[in-house]
């Protein structure tokens, strides 16, 4: 049977008390029951939903000024059941650099929030600054958006396999100048969504149905080769420092990240933070100067974005957020052509197969 009675946290949008409701499902809308067993409808097409686009996030629901926050996930299901008018109210749940640019507004946000100066019209910094942020505050921030993104029982944390992978990351850092200020830490995720990132200040994180669909660790050096250029290049911090005002970024500085409450509209500001092509075809240019600075096979890189294209049933999100495969994949072919290479195929303490299968959710 539907359930579609769900506890629920009620706000009235004047102050910051938390209320406890049960939310019922009714075909007209979502009814309301209060503790003093008040109710009150909010008909669907008077809702926004405003949070629960990532995996593992709280529903919010808006109404005018008031808003409710659900936990139970099931709700999207019985209203799709018994209101299915109500599906152009709620968004399902994204991935990827959808997600990844949320969770970063939402780390700002808790910046933001502490401070209680989300402030509109403030000037936006231009890229050029992202380059006097200090590398502290980028891993502070990576950090906070490695916890949000990837909880603790969505991380593979088989010792073997890290540390097979730190190999790999290992091996490309050898390629890096020695002046690199980051120190790379890897993350492997159980999560099946064809997908591998980088957060500022040297966080990678690898998701397994990406290792899975990858021929060798040479090809998955490929793919980090184009993100560790991402991290040298500040490209992802160059892209919050284009969102965010002056004031955000120094309340960054100083740390406060105590409130959750502004995250959402930070998520919101932050909404079209991506790469540019400019800044894709950089990290792939750079990181294709990585393989074979590192002595690793150029071919490989182009293997994998060739591997990812062609093998992926739904659209790969490694090459769908990063514009014009084709081109890319073209250019990369032309660099390895012409590459001076003297590639060592990598040696993990493991074999590509063994590391393939392990820690599936
Ligand atoms: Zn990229």
Redesign the pocket.
Known sequence: MQVTRFPATYFDGKSPRRHEVTVVVASAGLRLIHADDRTALWPYEELKQTQGNYTGEELRFEHGLEAVVVTDRGILEAMHELAPQSDRRVKPAIGGWRMLRAALGAVVGLVVGGWGMYTYGLPALSSGVAAHVPVDWEVHMGDQALAQLVPMDQRCEDVDRVAALQTVVATLVSGLPAKSPYVYRVTITKSDEFNAFALPGGRLIVNQGLVKKLGSADELAGILA?EIQ?VERRHTTKAICEEMSTKVLIAGLLGNHDAFGSAVNAARALGELG?SRQA?AE?DHLGMNLMVASNLDPQAMVKAYRHLKEHDVRVPTFLST?PDTDGRIASLTAMAREAHASPHPLALAMSWRRFQQGCTP
């Open positions: 184009h991402h790469h894709e990290a990063h």
